[in-house]
């Protein structure tokens, strides 16, 4: 059964960095496009970033571009999210999921930034 795992998120103060971690079951990470998505309390979900994986191509929203990178171990089956220089508008539940045809989401990980 595909399951999808996010791990690595916590508090931490304006300007301080975390990594998240997207790991699965039952499926290969290392065939799909993978994308970290995220989702605030009272807000729908966004599309934070993607990578491909013909070219790895990245894109990123204008809100965390120049401040979070997106990257995978094909060795490990894993996809990280670097975010470095947060922002409290960067507090919310982050996902990752397949980029073209998301499959069921997993529990995220919280990310909350505050002073």
């Known amino acids: 059964q595909l399951q999808l795992v996010e791990s690595g998120g916590g508090s931490v103060q304006p300007g301080g960095s975390l990594r998240l971690s997207c790991a699965a079951s039952g499926v290969t990470l290392n065939y799909y496009a993978i994308g970290w998505f995220r989702q605030a309390p009272g807000k729908e979900r966004e599309e934070v970033s993607c990578m491909f994986i013909s070219d790895g191509y990245t894109s990123y929203a204008d809100s965390v571009k120049g401040r979070f990178t997106i990257s995978r171990d094909n060795v490990k089956g894993a996809v990280y999210l670097q975010m470095d220089s947060l922002k409290p508008e960067d507090t919310a539940v982050y996902y990752c999921?397949?980029?073209?045809?998301?499959?069921?989401w997993g529990q995220g990980t919280q990310v909350t930034v505050s002073s």
């Open positions: 999921n397949n980029y073209r045809s998301p499959w069921s």
